[in-house]
Nanobody, 124 residues
Framework: QVQLVESAGGLVQPGGSLRLSCQASGRANTMAWFRQSAGKEREFVAAIRRGDRAKSYADAVKGRFTISRDDPKNQVHLQMDSLKPDDTAVYYC????????????????????WGQGTQVTVSS
């Protein structure tokens, strides 16, 4: 079992930045961020592989969000820049001990461990 704990989100103005962190209780091969806004399905944001740090991003966040990880500390981070009101959501940290499978990376079913979620609100 891997337990995941996200850092606090917050309220940010449009165009602003916010950094989320997630602490894992153990080792995970792939760590990711998903988000869910009101009335919508949970959607993939970004993922990063242990070791070579291969990354994958959703089109909606490419060029604005950066995922990174610190393997010795079992942490993953999400740097969010140029935030938009559409980025408002509950952000979830996710992890899997499975090998990196390209088709599984953006799917909820690809991850067996989840954090409790943290609210990010982008509003003026």
């Amino acid at each position: 079992q891997v337990q995941l704990v996200e850092s606090a989100g917050g309220l940010v103005q449009p165009g602003g930045s916010l950094r989320l962190s997630c602490q894992a209780s153990g080792r995970a091969n792939t760590m990711a961020w998903f988000r869910q806004s009101a009335g919508k399905e949970r959607e993939f944001v970004a993922a990063i592989r242990r070791g070579d740090r291969a990354k994958s991003y959703a089109d909606a966040v490419k060029g604005r969000f950066t995922i990174s990880r610190d393997d010795p500390k079992n942490q993953v981070h999400l740097q969010m820049d140029s935030l938009k009101p559409d980025d408002t959501a509950v952000y979830y940290c996710a992890a899997t001990t499975a090998n990196w499978i390209v088709s599984a990376i953006p799917r909820r079913e690809g991850y067996e461990f989840w954090g409790q979620g943290t609210q990010v609100t982008v509003s003026s």
